[in-house]
């Protein structure tokens, strides 16, 4: 027990804090930063460290003396006044755009319109039509496109891999995601609430519930009910939602459920006095899963059926902690009386996966690889024309995932977020 704490904090320790710094090649990807935004060192800067072909050349921001000091802070070397000059440097070959939702369409436009590689955080964009505009563009056609990639990280990660080796999309009967954090995480005031930059929880820890629900039925929803919506406080912005809870309904008959609150409250004794505590309750993204009953073995005057359950913890960012709980109860039946239960059994097994399985050809990964080193890896392999670990986030599926968000809205009975004005 000693010894797994200590190499979990070791590992923990070289993924946030100490990666190992590695000589960068000569023809090493050169990245620039638009925005001093604080997702960027764990998103790209630290990741940029270990990986030979990454380096980090170069920042923009609106406020010139916040660059400086991101820069400073960062050894990124160079610094430019706008984001159409970083753009423009002929130096860059990649962009990182963590710029707020609203200014994503603008800037990735531009970008790729520079033949620069697009490495954009989520949501891609505000809504389903800049999601049609931005990943149909007819220069992402062409045989020598830049890359563009959705940052969905958590998909890279070999534990979300592996818990979509457990079962068949067909089977799955219920999906329950809860993405949760407690209130004052972020203060009322921040951008995440903005709706005319495209805020709201579904845009922002929302995002990811989407994202899984549809990687887990492999499939599109039928229809979008039950959306309910808790809004912003009096004062603030009322097009945005502070907390959302919606049922999706799937081709396979199955359904979903989302709990979405970037405010969390409550959940204690005395709710009276208690109704406005800050909860930790449910502060790991956790997902559940449950699979139809099958019928797996028959014996004389007997019949066997096996229903699991499977339950992900910090599905988000299972680089920091993650265990795949998996649940196989096996209820066998007397079928002269009436399918009368006669046993039940529990199976449990505790999975983990911090590095892919050794011998597979192309999927390259440590113990310490933080999501977005993943994420890194195969963007670099992309755009190296190298196959990597065959994981990717389609410009179709971004499409799909904003349709799927959009439809969200409309049944909560909130407007689409804003259309960027440079959408012609």
Known sequence: MMFSTIHSLKRLYTTIFDPPVAVKSSDALRFGILGAASIAPQALIVPAKSHHEVFIAAIAARDIKKAEAFAKKHCIPTVHKTYDDLIADPQIDCIYIPLP??????????????????????????????????FRKPLLSRPDAPVLLEAFHYTFHPAWQLFKTLFDPQDVETVDVINSLVAGFFPLDDIRWNYKLSGGSLMDFGSYSVSAVRSIFAAEPTG????????MPAGFDQECDQAIYATYDFPNGGTAKISVDLQARGGYWFPALTKNWPS?????????????SKKADSQEGYDMYLHKTIVVH???GPHFYHRIDVTTTATIKDTYLANKIVKVE????HLKAYKWPAGEEGKKGEEWWSTYRYQLEEFVNRVKKRDGSGVWVEGEDSIKQMEMIDATYVEAGLPLRPTSDTLG
């Open 101 to 134: 939702n609203g200014l994503h369409y603008e800037w990735a436009v531009k970008a790729l319109s520079a033949g620069k590689h697009v490495l954009l955080e989520k949501p891609s964009v505000s809504n389903a039509t800049e999601a049609k505009s931005l």
């Open 224 to 231: 979008v009910r039950d959306v309910t919506y808790r809004p």
């Open 280 to 292: 930790f309750a449910n502060s790991l993204p956790t997902l559940t899963v449950k699979l139809r």
């Open 314 to 316: 910090c599905y988000v």
């Open 346 to 349: 529990d199976k449990k097994e």
